[in-house]
């Protein structure tokens, strides 16, 4: 005879990746008087945004594991199992297994779900696969790959040109396969996605771009893709980076109201609607910090900034601290070339009809530029023509490009204008920065000036 338990807590997080970690230990640090518990499918759970890298770089999964340290030191309960249903009513959340947990208020960060779609013909087959986020989904993949020699990755945003990459560091001969005319063109400009190309295709991996996907051939087992121009790719493998969809069943199911996009709704302090019950990262509805458009974009460190509001506001609703929309910060890496996108690109402008100006400049990111290391760097900015203020920004170069990035993000949440930026105090060193003489932020920003006044 089974014996069911019912348990109770203050606050129940379901879900473990950064969403679920993150709310968890903040709501603890803002209400450490209350007992937390956070509930998770897995034993370990994977770092999203490292998993391309256990194809080349990492090589082994157990490289690529998000630690339970802060959860341990925050004093917050652990438990692996899987919620099956949610009883607004009683408050009470069941598990797969029969259990029950009982709780004041609830945080759902379900996470997203990869994308196979149902119109591709030829998904179902053997050596077909996604990214999933699964620890034994990844090994089972890695494992199914070892004897395999051609591959093609389908989807030319970030998720597919970082594995296709580090496909290619482990010497398997890849192809890459991109409907519109340049990889990661849904986020950069296409000067920075043409330029990001050509250095996929200099290390390696043929890249087939403006050619969308038709069908997966083969008997029982992959052997090609037909693209829609009639070409076939010969493969071994398919892999299929083609974007995630939110995880919202549960949510659906306890009658939460769900957005047309598919992401549970919610407020600005991450309360859905329910106000005892809260939903952070991929699931989340989301808006564009400068269109207030509903945004489609899926990041962990989106994930965590709506983690901290939702821990912050669990039982003390604070009107200076909410999420006040994504402004979509991007950055990945190419060997020593990287690429970075903060807020609204050039060409999103131009479709919203804002009214806008760019800045550009380019130089080393180094001073002297002779210095071992340095490396060109290119950085745009868009600024709206009226005020001048920031509303997105990217830059390609180096290492330093992904905090370069970050700078930008911080300019554009605190709403900062092309002079703040201009008379801006920095400090520079030769071998980390730019010259002060002509840092790249600084001269972009001047350049920007002298096209509202034109």
């Known amino acids: 005879m089974e014996v069911y338990k019912m348990e109770k807590t203050d606050v129940l997080v379901i879900g473990g990746g950064p969403a679920g970690l993150i709310s968890a230990v903040t709501g603890k ?101 996604v990214v999933d986020k699964s620890m034994k989904y990844l090994s089972e993949l890695k494992e199914k790959l070892a004897d395999k020699k051609n591959i093609t990755v389908v989807g030319g945003g970030f998720i597919g040109v970082e594995v296709s990459d580090e496909l290619n560091k482990a010497r398997f001969k890849v192809e890459l396969v991109e409907i519109l005319p340049h990889i990661l063109m849904l986020a950069f400009d296409p000067e920075f996605a043409e330029e990001a190309e050509n250095v996929l295709k200099e290390r390696g991996v043929k890249v087939n771009s403006g050619k969308g996907i038709e069908k997966i051939v083969g008997d029982k087992k992959v052997e090609a893709v037909i693209l829609k121009s009639g070409e076939k790719i010969e493969s071994d493998a398919v892999i299929l980076a083609m974007g995630y969809r939110p995880n919202v069943s549960l949510a659906e199911k306890a009658g939460l109201e769900i957005n047309k996009n598919g992401f549970i709704k919610v407020d600005e302090y991450m309360r859905t609607s329910d ?59 190419l060997g020593e070339n990287a690429y970075g996108v903060a807020g609204i690109t050039e060409t999103v402008a131009s479709k919203k009809n804002i009214d806008y100006v760019i800045g550009l400049f380019e130089n080393m990111d180094k001073h002297p530029g002779t210095l071992p290391g340095a490396r060109k760097q290119k950085v745009k900015l868009i600024a709206l023509k009226d005020f001048g203020t920031i509303i997105g920004g990217e830059i390609s170069g180096g290492p330093n490009t992904g905090e370069l990035t970050n700078l930008i993000g911080f300019i554009i949440q605190n709403r900062m204008t092309v002079n703040s930026i201009v008379t801006a105090q920095i400090g520079t060193h030769p071998f980390l920065t730019a010259a002060p003489t002509v840092y790249p932020l600084i001269k972009a920003a001047e350049d920007a000036i002298k096209k509202m006044h034109k």
């Open 275 to 333: 106000n005892d019950i809260f939903a952070v990262g991929d699931c989340a509805e989301k808006r564009d910090f400068i269109t207030r458009e509903i945004s489609q974009v899926m990041l962990a460190s989106t994930a965590t900034s709506e983690a901290r509001v939702a821990g912050m506001n669990l039982y003390k609703i604070s009107t200076v601290k909410t999420f006040n929309g994504t402004i979509s910060i991007f950055a990945t890496a």
């Open 29 to 129: 640090l803002y209400y450490p008087d209350k007992s937390f518990t956070l509930v998770r499918k897995y034993e370990k759970v994977m770092v999203p945004c490292g998993i391309p890298y256990i194809f080349g770089t990492l090589k082994e999964i157990d490289k690529n594991i998000m630690g339970d340290m802060p959860l341990e030191k925050s004093g917050i309960n652990l438990k692996i199992a899987e919620i099956s249903e949610i009883d607004r009513q009683k408050k009470i959340c069941k598990t797969k297994n029969g259990d029950e947990i009982g709780y004041e208020k609830l945080i759902i960060a379900t996470g997203s779900e990869a994308n196979k779609p149902q119109w591709l013909k030829g998904a179902e087959l053997e050596n077909v696969f």
